[in-house]
């Protein structure tokens, strides 16, 4: 069992920067692959960026590449998603989610583990 905790968003100014922590609690988090995912109102949850569970593999969804960075602190079992260069169309809840696998996974289904969410808004 995995719980998941999400922290770190809140308003900021297009263009502006916010980082989002995903801490965890439970055993082996070093065997769990980790993803971000986010819901835009009146919109379905759409996949973010990946990572595996060693941390050296990485996706990211088309429209943050080259903005967007995943990464992750094994030893403080804590996943982070540094957002630069933030437009007022990635206002959106925020969530993080885990999965028993090495191989990052873009696939929503794929994922066991779910966090609350973290409200993200970017103002124009």
């Known amino acids: 069992q995995v719980q998941l905790v999400e922290s770190g968003g809140g308003l900021v100014q297009a263009g502006g920067s916010l980082r989002l922590s995903c801490a965890a609690s439970?055993?082996?988090?070093?065997?769990?692959?980790m993803g971000w995912f986010r819901q835009a109102p009146g919109k379905e949850r759409d996949f973010v960026a990946a990572?595996?569970?060693?941390?050296?593999?990485?996706s990211y969804t088309d429209s943050v590449k080259g903005r967007f960075t995943i990464s992750r602190d094994n030893a403080k079992i804590t996943m982070y998603l540094r957002m630069n260069s933030l437009k007022p169309e990635d206002t959106a809840v925020y969530y993080c989610?885990?999965?028993?696998?090495?191989?990052?996974?873009?696939?929503?289904?794929?994922?066991?583990?779910w966090g609350q969410g973290t409200q993200v808004t970017v103002s124009s």
């Open positions: 990572i595996s569970a060693s941390g050296t593999l990485t």
């Open positions: 989610a885990a999965v028993q696998r090495r191989i990052p996974s873009d696939q929503q289904g794929e994922y066991d583990y």
């Open positions: 439970g055993r082996a988090f070093s065997n769990y692959a």
